[in-house]
């Protein structure tokens, strides 16, 4: 068994790239070149709308790539009818880990739209370790901030070693960056190289994606794989060795 752990971090537009062309088996081979072990999706759809063709994203993703998926519903509306599923977007978990324990958290919304933090515990080279994964509001720095308080709150209830994956709506140095990032790593700063811009991906200028982990930790790589125009944003990954 391998002492290092792979993640990844990446917004997946539902599936629609910059092209806008719904190809979820794109953001399948995207994620799969990847080759992480926890991977962290944001924008998921779930029986949603014609959009995305009422698909069960994080569930169809689980079963090309042959690993667990789980999912957070950040918005969860009703069917177009009694007998069809709950319109459901928001973030999914997918692990080739075994999955020892999970849940989902509401986190303070603003006037548009709900955010939530999903997170796994996962078995790691023997030991539990949590993977979370979250979309903070891109309308409000105030609301922002608050969501960010939350989930640094609600990881420090882990004792476990954790790693935060997400689209933080937020660039470097921001308070609500400050906020999850004290006592905690970025692994672009630790280990990256360049500017590691993730959005938008036909012309990246900001960096706005993130992977953050607690002390347990040694960031040993991170790089933003190039995925064309699959979605509107770049992955991260990040390779971490407990110790």
């Keep these: 068994m391998s002492d290092t752990l792979r993640v990844l971090t990446f917004n997946i537009r539902?599936?629609?790239?910059?092209?806008?062309v719904l190809d979820l088996a794109r953001t399948a081979e995207a994620v799969a070149a990847a080759d992480a072990d926890v991977t962290g999706l944001q924008e998921v759809d779930r029986h949603f709308d014609a959009r995305s063709r009422y698909v069960d994203q994080p569930a169809w993703l689980g079963r090309r790539l042959g690993q667990r998926d789980l999912f957070g519903a950040d918005l969860d509306?009703?069917?177009?009818?009694?007998?069809?599923?709950?319109r459901q977007y928001g973030s999914a978990l997918l692990s080739r880990?075994?999955?020892l324990a999970h849940g989902y958290h509401a986190l303070p919304s603003g006037r548009r739209?709900?955010?939530?933090?999903?997170?796994?515990?996962?078995?790691?080279?023997?030991?539990?370790?949590?993977?979370?994964?979250?979309?903070?509001?891109?309308?409000?720095?105030?609301?922002?901030?608050?969501?960010?308080?939350?989930?640094?709150?609600?990881l420090a209830a882990?004792?476990?070693?954790?790693?935060?994956?997400?689209?933080?709506?937020?660039?470097?140095?921001?308070?609500?960056?400050?906020?999850?990032?004290?006592?905690?790593?970025?692994?672009?700063?630790?280990?990256?190289?360049?500017?590691?811009?993730?959005?938008?991906?036909?012309?990246p200028y900001e960096r706005i994606d993130y992977v953050l982990v607690d002390a347990a930790w040694?960031?040993?790589?991170?790089?933003v794989p190039a995925t064309g125009t699959v979605s509107d944003h770049l992955p991260v990954r990040a390779t971490l060795r407990l110790g």
Excluded: K, M, Y
């Design 14 to 20: 539902h599936g629609a790239g910059t092209d806008d």
């Design 77 to 86: 509306l009703d069917p177009p009818s009694a007998d069809t599923p709950r």
């Design 97 to 99: 880990l075994p999955v």
């Design 113 to 154: 739209e709900r955010f939530g933090l999903l997170w796994a515990t996962v078995e790691f080279a023997g030991t539990p370790v949590t993977v979370a994964t979250t979309h903070l509001d891109p309308w409000q720095p105030e609301v922002r901030l608050a969501q960010a308080t939350a989930v640094r709150d609600l």
């Design 158 to 203: 882990h004792p476990e070693p954790t790693v935060l994956l997400g689209d933080l709506n937020a660039r470097p140095g921001t308070p609500e960056i400050a906020v999850l990032a004290a006592g905690r790593t970025d692994v672009w700063v630790a280990a990256g190289t360049g500017d590691g811009h993730t959005f938008d991906s036909t012309g």
């Design 218 to 223: 040694r960031v040993v790589s991170a790089d």
